[in-house]
């Protein structure tokens, strides 16, 4: 099934750009320093499942499916994409005008209408990189640096790859050829910031 972007955006649904690319492809890096912009909110799903308390029921079961590097079941997601965006809202975190730079969602084709039904998808970032492999080595050094455990075991670190080129980059096809934009996400920060800036036309 093909999701046909609108020709013009829904003012009743919240703007979002989705950042999208295989695990440590650099694109939570980007949606920080995107964020930084004025109206825009860098919203990942990695960091609201961490800061989950592993205490709570929901909590635990989301930390059992990351250690393993597999998918959250798609309702617990979606659930706590919304209650999280309400709260910080509410909270005043966010505005309800800002663009979501969302990273790490729609995972796989079944969430596609879930979050379309939710946000007004105006741009889709792919950073691309060409030898996967090379990512094994960038995430399990970073998970050593900052201290992550999903992302310390190789063999967990493939897997969360694999399940990437099986299930996530077909999302890529079930929208417009013109909302996404290709990036080289093996140049260096800056220079991948800068194109990320040229795209977004600022």
């Known amino acids: ?29 980007q949606g920080k320093l995107l964020a930084e912009e004025p109206g825009y ?18 909590g635990a079961k989301v930390k059992g499916f990351m250690d393993k590097r597999e998918l959250v079941p798609d309702e617990v997601t979606l659930q706590l994409v919304q209650e999280t965006i309400g709260r ?9 005008s800002d663009t979501i730079l969302l990273d790490g969602l729609p995972r796989n084709e079944a ?14 970032l792919y950073f691309d990189v ?3 492999e090379l990512l094994v080595d960038r ?11 999903d992302d310390k075991n ?16 077909k999302v890529l096809k079930l929208y417009p050829d013109g ?14 910031h800068n194109t990320v800036l040229r795209i977004l036309k600022f």
């Open 154 to 169: 190789p063999d967990v670190v493939m897997r969360g790859i694999q399940i990437y080129y099986e299930q996530t980059q």
């Open 179 to 192: 909302l996404v934009h290709r990036i080289d996400a093996m140049g260096s920060i800056e220079d991948v």
């Open 41 to 58: 909110f860098h919203f990942s799903t990695g960091d609201m499942f961490r800061s989950l308390e592993i205490s709570t029921p929901t």
């Open 88 to 96: 910080y809202i509410q909270e005043g975190r966010m505005k309800s």
């Open 1 to 29: 099934m093909f999701f046909k972007h609108p020709d013009h955006t829904d003012p009743m649904k919240q703007k979002a750009i989705l950042l999208f690319g295989p695990p440590g492809c650099g694109k939570g890096t």
């Open 111 to 124: 969430q596609v209408p879930l979050v379309n039904a939710l946000m007004d998808v105006t741009a889709i």
């Open 139 to 149: 995430m399990t050094t970073r998970a050593q640096k900052e201290g992550r455990t």
């Open 130 to 132: 060409p030898k996967p």
